[in-house]
Structures are given as structure tokens and as C-alpha cells.
């Protein structure tokens, strides 16, 4: 009798780890609400954490804008490491 409800239950477990692990959130992008000055990869990244981002990083976008990444469809997600401060050249 036991048997019997084990197995729906570990399938049903399965299942929802395949989902949970299987499923590839989609990055959108938004331009900084905040960020001044020129764009730095690394202050860039701290900006978008603090306007409730996962990261940020600095593109070129009729000049170099901050953009701003978190996951579509609000799923948040853990913090992203700043990316590596770069030089530029003008």
C-alpha cells in the first residue's frame, strides 16, 4: 500500500526538479534610471544592484550607456559578480 504512493511522489519530485533546473530564464536588459558619468563595467554593476537588478555592465548604445540585466518575467534570481573593471579607449 505503501509502495504504491512512493513512486507517483518521487515522479512528481522528479519532475518538478527537471523543471525547476531545465528552465533557461531569458536576460532583459534596461538602461540605468541612475547611473552619471562615464560608464565603468564595474560601477556600472553596483548601480543596477542597487536600483533591484542581478547585474549590469556598460554598452555601446549611441555612446556607452550602463545597461542594466535581471531575469524576464521577475523571476529575480541570486546576485551575478561584477564583471572585471576594462579599459576603454577614447
Known amino acids: 500500500m505503501v509502495k504504491g504512493?512512493?513512486?507517483p511522489?518521487?515522479?512528481l519530485l522528479l519532475l518538478?526538479?527537471?523543471l525547476a533546473f531545465g528552465a533557461d530564464a531569458d536576460r532583459c536588459?534596461?538602461?540605468?534610471r541612475g547611473?552619471?558619468?562615464?560608464?565603468?563595467?564595474?560601477n556600472c554593476w553596483a548601480v543596477c544592484m542597487t536600483e533591484g537588478n542581478t547585474g549590469g555592465f556598460c554598452k555601446v548604445k549611441l555612446g556607452w550607456k550602463c545597461v542594466c540585466t535581471r531575469?524576464?518575467?521577475g523571476?529575480?534570481?541570486?546576485?551575478?559578480v561584477p564583471p572585471p573593471i576594462l579599459a576603454r579607449s577614447c
Open 5 to 7: 504512493k512512493i513512486a
Open 9 to 11: 511522489t518521487a515522479m
Open 16 to 18: 518538478l526538479l527537471l
Open 29 to 32: 536588459e534596461t538602461q540605468s
Open 35 to 42: 547611473y552619471k558619468g562615464a560608464c565603468n563595467n564595474h
Open 71 to 73: 531575469e524576464c518575467g
Open 75 to 80: 523571476g529575480g534570481g541570486a546576485p551575478k
